[in-house]
């Protein structure tokens, strides 16, 4: 071996080095978007993890600090004015009180590499750089259309014409008052002129209807099984909504959602078709969800949340609830639900409405509620203009010999839980709470 052949080799080493670097660091650039759309609830479990103390006996129920009290809120609702309460920490934040987190983030260009890195880079990895330049254009392309996107989006008033009699009239005095509150409470805390949610998150709720124009956000635990139907019949795609099956409207991938358009349909859909979404109580909706997804067998919702859930807050358990998730309490589901840290993620049959449909940047031309759920649809298919003889279904979707979930059945829940418990749950749906001017009756 000669000498020349010794002194080459540190130099070889380096630059292998030196090249899988410069390669790993703009695959790292490519990938952090990504992650970060794919993980966009991290931020707000860090924003969770502030405002409420890690799980333990001695920190956990301390009530949360600016919560309205329930005389304010009975005062502020007999007032029917536009007034809301906000708690202080939140007054003082500027920017935007209803997505406090994560900002947009772009790939940034980093210096241009020697001449020398160049041919060197180009033989280790040219395509590979091919690829990223390609994406970075492209995400900045996204975010540009975004950026144009005039928000909050303007509401569209119902056609007048379509209304057959008169006996509409009270419906429409009150969604005008619904609209007007959620409008003026986003004007004020909404901070919605920035979005922060990358939009095509933003619309992944929402189902689209093209002959009539509508779309609809869906919640579920709010009347969305039959809603769907509604949607399949208006499509074409059934003559009755009495005869599409649970498993036909959930996983027959019949309706189209408004993420699976590009950026142009998007667009063009939000500020021209028929914007509705339907509430409902916050706390009924989290005892539905609890009721339907862990007191009956379920292949999805037992292993994936009741494992977890016994797992972390039932002490002792047995063997059998462990291997299973069977059994979960009521109790042990809110905890969870609570629980900065929770052992697995959110589901959207107890996500937040305000995390589902975004209602202070897509500005809803009709806000249904649950507890007039029949009235309401009726009359917004009478507005939209949809064939006389179709009608909102007012069957249960499953478990139809079960008591509906109402004021009565909450309360049994609800006496397990201390008042600190029950306040807690008001302060994690505080949003949906003042938003769509519920009453927290239960605390």
Same mark, same amino acid.
């Given at each position: 071996?000669?000498?020349?052949?010794?002194?080459?080799?540190?130099?070889?080493?380096?630059?292998?080095?030196?090249?899988?670097?410069?390669?790993?660091?703009?695959?790292?650039?490519?990938?952090?978007?990504?992650?970060?759309?794919?993980?966009?609830?991290?931020?707000?479990?860090?924003?969770?993890?502030?405002?409420?103390?890690?799980?333990?006996? $001695?920190?956990?129920?301390?009530?949360?600090?600016?919560?309205?009290?329930?005389?304010?809120?009975?005062?502020?609702?007999?007032?029917?004015?536009?007034?809301?309460?906000?708690?202080?920490?939140?007054?003082?934040?500027?920017?935007?009180?209803?997505?406090?987190?994560?900002?947009?983030?772009?790939?940034?260009?980093?210096?241009?590499?020697?001449?020398? @890195?160049?041919? $060197?880079?180009?033989?280790?990895?040219?395509?590979?750089?091919?690829?990223?330049? @390609?994406?970075?254009?492209?995400?900045?392309?996204?975010?540009?259309?975004?950026?144009?996107?005039?928000?909050?989006?303007?509401?569209?008033?119902?056609?007048?014409?379509?209304?057959?009699?008169?006996?509409?009239?009270?419906?429409?005095?009150?969604?005008?008052?619904?609209?007007?509150?959620?409008?003026?409470?986003?004007?004020?805390?909404?901070?919605?002129?920035?979005?922060?949610?990358?939009?095509?998150?933003?619309?992944?709720?929402? #189902?689209?209807?093209?002959?009539?124009?509508?779309?609809? &956000?869906?919640?579920?635990?709010?009347? &969305?099984?039959?809603?769907?139907?509604?949607?399949?019949?208006?499509?074409?795609?059934?003559?009755? $909504?009495?005869?599409?099956?649970?498993?036909?409207?959930?996983?027959?991938?019949?309706?189209?959602?408004?993420?699976?358009?590009?950026?142009?349909?998007?667009?063009?859909?939000?500020?021209?078709?028929?914007?509705?979404?339907?509430?409902?109580?916050?706390?009924?909706?989290?005892?539905?969800?609890?009721?339907?997804?862990?007191?009956?067998?379920?292949?999805?919702?037992?292993?994936?949340?009741?494992?977890?859930?016994?797992?972390?807050?039932?002490?002792?358990?047995?063997?059998?609830?462990?291997?299973?998730?069977?059994?979960?309490?009521?109790? @042990?589901?809110?905890?969870?639900?609570?629980?900065?840290?929770?052992?697995?993620?959110?589901?959207?049959?107890?996500?937040?409405?305000?995390?589902?449909?975004?209602?202070?940047?897509?500005?809803?031309?009709?806000?249904?509620?649950?507890?007039?759920?029949?009235?309401?649809?009726?009359?917004?298919?009478?507005?939209?203009?949809?064939?006389?003889?179709?009608?909102?279904?007012?069957?249960?979707?499953?478990?139809?010999?079960?008591?509906?979930?109402?004021?009565?059945?909450?309360?049994?829940?609800?006496?397990?839980?201390?008042?600190?418990?029950?306040?807690?749950?008001?302060?994690?749906?505080?949003?949906?709470?003042?938003?769509?001017? #519920?009453?927290?009756?239960?605390?």
């Amino acid at each position: 071996m000669q000498l020349s052949d010794v002194d080459m080799n540190p130099k070889q080493v380096f630059l292998s080095v030196l090249l899988f670097g410069v390669a790993g660091l703009l695959l790292f650039m490519y990938l952090q978007v990504w992650i970060e759309e794919q993980h966009s609830g991290r931020v707000e479990k860090k924003r969770e993890q502030k405002s409420m103390s890690a799980w333990g006996p $001695a920190t956990y129920f301390q009530p949360a600090p600016g919560i309205m009290t329930t005389e304010n809120l009975h005062e502020h609702i007999a007032n029917q004015s536009p007034k809301f309460h906000v708690p202080e920490e939140l007054k003082k934040k500027k920017d935007n009180l209803l997505q406090p987190g994560r900002p947009m983030r772009l790939l940034t260009k980093t210096s241009s590499p020697s001449q020398g @890195e160049k041919q $060197a880079l180009s033989k280790v990895s040219g395509l590979l750089t091919n690829n990223l330049i @390609e994406n970075h254009q492209g995400t900045k392309t996204v975010f540009k259309k975004y950026g144009e996107i005039n928000w909050p989006l303007d509401t569209r008033p119902l056609n007048d014409s379509l209304v057959r009699d008169n006996k509409w009239k009270k419906i429409e005095v009150t969604q005008a008052r619904r609209r007007s509150f959620l409008q003026e409470f986003c004007k004020k805390y909404g901070g919605a002129s920035h979005p922060q949610s990358h939009l095509f998150h933003m619309v992944s709720r929402i #189902y689209v209807e093209d002959k009539h124009k509508i779309l609809y &956000c869906e919640v579920p635990k709010a009347g &969305c099984s039959n809603w769907k139907r509604i949607l399949m019949v208006l499509n074409g795609l059934a003559s009755s $909504a009495y005869n599409i099956s649970h498993d036909a409207v959930h996983y027959g991938k019949h309706l189209k959602k408004l993420d699976s358009f590009d950026l142009k349909g998007i667009s063009t859909r939000l500020n021209t078709y028929t914007k509705a979404v339907f509430v409902r109580n916050p706390m009924e909706r989290l005892v539905s969800a609890f009721r339907d997804k862990f007191e009956h067998p379920n292949s999805y919702y037992h292993p994936v949340f009741g494992k977890a859930i016994i797992k972390k807050y039932r002490p002792n358990a047995c063997d059998e609830s462990l291997n299973n998730g069977s059994g979960v309490k009521f109790k @042990e589901f809110v905890h969870y639900l609570l629980d900065a840290h929770r052992p697995i993620g959110m589901d959207i049959h107890w996500e937040k409405i305000s995390k589902l449909c975004y209602p202070c940047l897509i500005n809803y031309d009709f806000v249904g509620k649950f507890e007039t759920l029949e009235e309401d649809a009726n009359y917004f298919l009478q507005r939209i203009g949809a064939p006389k003889e179709l009608k909102f279904p007012n069957f249960k979707d499953r478990h139809s010999s079960d008591e509906r979930t109402n004021a009565q059945v909450v309360r049994q829940y609800l006496k397990d839980l201390s008042r600190t418990e029950r306040q807690l749950i008001y302060d994690f749906y505080y949003l949906d709470y003042v938003m769509f001017n #519920y009453t927290p009756s239960f605390l």
